[in-house]
């Protein structure tokens, strides 16, 4: 269900007091005294967005009372060197910070069918999306597990984050590879901006069949640039479904996507045929 959100013209103080008031909410929740805690940022690509220092704060808070690690969702990306992992997540323990190893690392957890991917796809896919995801995440025992993340358009899934960050972020290559070129069967006009596309359908069926187990919940935020050009937060989102995601994600839509009058130019050319 959806925690709460908030929005506005949102400082950098105030969001940090959203994520207090968010481990908070995951305790009543979620998770009353959780001893393992598992935090999944996005990569350094989403830096802009404070993902990093939103992180730092939910491993200060609950690393005083518990083991806290953290997975940067990275897909295929190259992984931070250590620099980088202090620039972006600041005060976190490098011992603490884990890469993502989409080859090798992965535990095969289920498979989405053929005949689903093709009714959500209209027939343009038809093959079964393998679930492979970290095998840190699925194969050690967490009390609560918190997915931080940016909700921007996206040429795959629509909008990123919300169940993304397991099923591109920490997925294997056979799922990475299978989903995205499903992704670019339904056509980028099908994608980009959309609430709910084909493969996020798959996603959402793939996250109530394999991971309903998990004691995960979402941290999100969309950003805009104000009237003097600077970017900042304009929503926070917190819960643990996909109306949470909607929420976050609807905003988004209205921060970064313009809609326009299609006008159709007609251009006349006529050709003379000269006869010799």
Known sequence: MPFFQEEGHLSRQRVLELVNRAAAAARENICRSPKRVLLLPPDITRAHSGAGWITEEFYRIFSQEAQVEVIPTLGQHVPHTPEQNRWMFGTIPLEHIHVHDWRDGVTKVGTISADFVKEKSGGKADWELPIMLNSKLMEEKWDLIINVGHIVPHEVLGFANHNKNYFIGLAGKETICASHMMAACC????????????????????EQDFLAHLPDMYFQVVMAYDSAGQLGHTGVYV??????????????????????????????????????
Not at 187 to 206: F, Q
Not at 257 to 274: E, G, P, V
Request: hydrophobic content about 45%.
């Open 187 to 206: 056509g980028i006009e099908n994608n980009l901006g959309r609430l709910i596309t084909p493969l996020r359908a798959c996603y959402n069926k793939a």
């Open 239 to 276: 819960g643990n479904d996909l109306e949470t995601y909607l929420a976050g994600a609807r905003a988004s839509m209205l921060k970064k996507i313009i809609f326009y009058d299609i006008i159709k130019q007609f251009i006349i050319l006529i050709i003379s045929t000269i006869t010799y």
